[in-house]
């Protein structure tokens, strides 16, 4: 049978991840992340990727508190929740969090990351600023477009299109962005959209670009990512800022 509201998951990691995932999507919206209703984050719960929390259908991101977060299923079958789910939201986030065993899923269709998609490249050049690179070996593109996910075997194509990476850029789309935790999460999709806008304002200027050499770059990569206290810091920076909505 399935959950019903009352049923939803009280114990403090449950309700700690549907706050955080509520925390999140109310920075992207502040940081100007989101596209009207669109786009989902999602978090799979601890050690049970068949079952994960998901921002509901309707609510613009800066209004949603830990109490909206819906629980559903890697099938698509709502838990637990007040509100629907969007249909694409399933296909993909089920397939990523399955397939591709990924903790937390951010999907967005953020104005700069989505402007290289539509570039040749379809994506970042990790060799160009220092906040690019540290996604260096860490991305992933996907340059097939084949229209809205909206069955299991699209989000399974795209789930393997990671192909083990962090980011995703789906070409003619917008990016995934994958951690294992919320705050790693959203503070990689952060800094994704500034080295993404930077490369934007950059090819703007009509000059040549002057990447580093491949091995700065992934030198780059590894100092960035053996200290990450520096993400926790910043998401507990955003916790004091942004309040819940409080509807």
């Not at 890697?74 to 838990?79: E, F, P, R, S, W």
């Not at 629907?84 to 990924?102: D, P």
């Not at 860490?138 to 962090?166: Q, S």
């Not at 995934?176 to 200027?205: K, N, P, W």
Request: aromatic share 6%.
């Amino acid at each position: 049978m399935p959950h019903t509201q009352r049923d939803l998951p009280h114990t403090a990691d449950i309700l700690s991840l549907r706050a955080d995932l509520a925390l999140a999507l109310r920075a992207a919206a502040h940081h100007g992340l989101e596209e009207g209703v669109c786009n989902h984050f999602s978090v799979a719960l601890p050690d049970d990727s068949d079952r994960f929390l998901i921002n509901p259908r309707g609510l613009h991101w800066s209004e949603v508190d830990a109490e909206d977060i819906v629980l559903v299923d890697a099938k698509g079958v709502k838990l637990a929740g007040r509100h629907s789910v969007e249909t694409t939201a399933m296909f993909i986030h089920a397939a990523i969090h399955r397939l591709a065993r990924k903790t937390c899923v951010l999907h967005t269709h953020m104005p700069y990351a989505t402007a290289l998609t539509l570039t040749a490249r379809r994506g970042l050049d990790t060799r160009l600023s220092q906040t690019a690179m540290r996604f260096h070996g860490r991305v992933a593109i996907d340059a097939r477009y084949d229209g809205l996910a909206l069955d299991a075997a699209e989000g399974e194509r795209i789930a393997r299109a990671m192909r083990g990476a962090d980011v995703l850029f789906l070409g003619n789309h917008g990016v995934v962005v994958c951690g294992e935790r919320i705050d790693y999460a959203y503070d990689d999709l952060y800094f994704l959209e500034r080295a993404c806008q930077a490369e934007v304002l950059a090819l703007s200027t009509g000059q040549p670009l002057e990447p580093v050499a491949e091995a700065t770059a992934r030198h780059v990569a590894m100092q960035m990512q053996d200290e990450r206290l520096q993400s926790t810091l910043f998401f507990e920076s955003l916790r004091r800022r942004l309040a819940p909505a409080g509807r």
